[in-house]
């Protein structure tokens, strides 16, 4: 059996289409715990009625503590063999389940990935970046590199057992995942299914916040836990430090906020890895430019050219 994880948090307005997913399932042996972390809409109201009758379903309130918090409450409480996260505005493919049930019990693996889809308002992008169909960390290091999301894999429960999302922190995804790959016997891929993953604004990664910088925190977890080599650790550090919050900073409306931003960004990232830019790998020169800005603190360039971009 399947134990679905379903944290949420005032997600009215996609929770139907979440649910409604939920029930579609071509598999149906599943327990669906659905963890109110102190909703102040009507998201559960909404939820009561679609799992009326329906007792694979279970409503358990609990106060607001995040979704780090949540989802470690929710996965102490299963009863499946296997156990998946599904965001409260996101939504899955009607097989998911039963292919990646049976993919994974077959395999005997102790996770299992399917591709992920960036779901916008009109329009869907594919994110499915495992090249292998079975594998390991110690088969090929380069799978901890692989989407970093909790919710695109199903996991056995026994290897999840002294596992935990960390609690009161963004990327509690990224802190953990790689070294969950790392940690895994056996990771197999599951083909054509997918994890709906809902692009809106006012999520994390739209929002300026000083919290943008908990990703140091996320990159120092996984280097205390696994001790990578320095190339693998730049690799982290250039992808997500560097370059996507360099991109999510770009994208804030004030132009004051996006300079303030950018330098204390690349203030932690040379406090944090000092090597970053000679670590940079050869990505275009357009890329290379933006880098050689922030290396440099030319931030009103690099605004004006991603402005423009």
Not at 214 to 226: K, P, V
């Amino acid at each position: 059996m399947i134990s679905i994880v379903i944290p949420v948090y005032n997600t009215e307005e996609y929770i139907r289409e979440c649910i409604e997913s939920v029930k579609r399932q071509t598999y149906k042996e599943y327990e669906c715990l659905i963890i109110d972390d102190g909703s102040k809409d009507n998201s559960i109201e909404v939820i009561a009625d679609l799992i009326e009758g329906d007792e694979r379903f279970k409503i358990i309130h609990k106060e607001n503590s995040g979704l780090a918090d949540t989802r470690n409450f929710g996965k102490d409480r299963c009863k499946g063999d296997y156990i998946f996260f599904l965001d409260s505005d996101d939504y899955i493919s009607d097989d998911l389940l039963e292919k990646a049930y049976l993919t994974v019990r077959n395999e005997d693996a102790d996770i299992g990935t399917f591709a992920m889809k960036y779901h916008y308002h009109d329009h869907d992008d594919i994110y499915d970046p495992y090249t292998k169909k079975i594998t390991s960390f110690k088969e090929d290091p380069s799978v901890i590199f692989t989407n970093n999301s909790a919710n695109d894999k199903i996991y056995k429960k026994s290897f999840l057992e002294d596992k935990k999302f960390i609690k009161g922190m963004w990327y509690e995804d990224l802190a953990v995942i790689p070294v969950w790959l790392a940690r895994a016997n056996k990771i197999v891929h599951i083909d054509d299914v997918y994890y709906y993953y809902r692009q809106r604004e006012g999520s994390i990664s739209h929002t300026a916040d000083k919290r943008l910088f908990d990703i140091y925190i996320a990159l120092r977890n996984i280097q205390s836990e696994l001790k990578l080599d320095k190339a693998m650790m730049a690799d982290f550090y250039n992808t997500h430090a560097l370059l996507a919050n360099t991109l999510k900073i770009a994208g804030f409306s004030d132009k004051k906020t996006r300079i303030r931003y950018y330098k204390e960004n690349i203030d932690h990232l040379n406090k944090a890895f000092p090597e970053w830019y000679a670590y940079l790998k050869d990505e275009g020169m357009k890329r290379r430019i933006l880098y050689y800005l922030l290396y440099k603190g030319h931030y009103q360039i690099l605004d004006r050219l991603l402005k423009h971009s």
